[in-house]
């Protein structure tokens, strides 16, 4: 029965840093590509961090492994992009009053989408997306 690393530094009383083969860890980054894989199981069922394993993957993708080759189907878990940033103008409150939450599109030669509150507006100006809008109309609502 193989030993852990653990058990292999504790019975030779020193601790030694292991040198896992450039196959060894391509085959668990591969492994933790598939789709519906779990990286912390992959990880604890090969006596290896999960941090470790998280490692691999920068460095896989990175091509220092050889060149990438992921399943068909599996995608790297990658950061979620933030939304574009949309520029904003704050505007001093008027004398009068509008209806909260009023929506109106100002026409005008530029792109304009203004939303009035009760004591603020929302001016955006230029090529807004459909999602941006669903974006913002749900963060609004809250």
Known sequence: MDKTWDERAAAGGV????????????????????????VA?????NDINA???????????AGEYGLPTLPEGAAPNREPQMPPL??????????????????????????????????????????VSSDMLRLLIRELSR
């Open 86 to 127: 949309l520029p904003v103008d704050i505007v001093p409150e008027t004398a009068e009053r509008a209806p909260p939450m009023t929506v109106d599109a100002a026409p005008s030669s530029e792109n304009l989408c203004e939303i009035e509150f009760d004591r603020a507006r929302l001016r955006i100006r230029g090529n």
């Open 41 to 45: 199981l992959i990880a604890r069922s």
């Open 51 to 61: 941090n470790l394993l998280f490692k691999w993957r920068r460095h896989y993708l």
């Open 15 to 38: 601790y030694k840093r292991p040198n896992f083969p450039t196959e060894f860890k391509r085959q668990l980054v591969e492994q933790s590509f598939e789709p519906g894989a779990s």
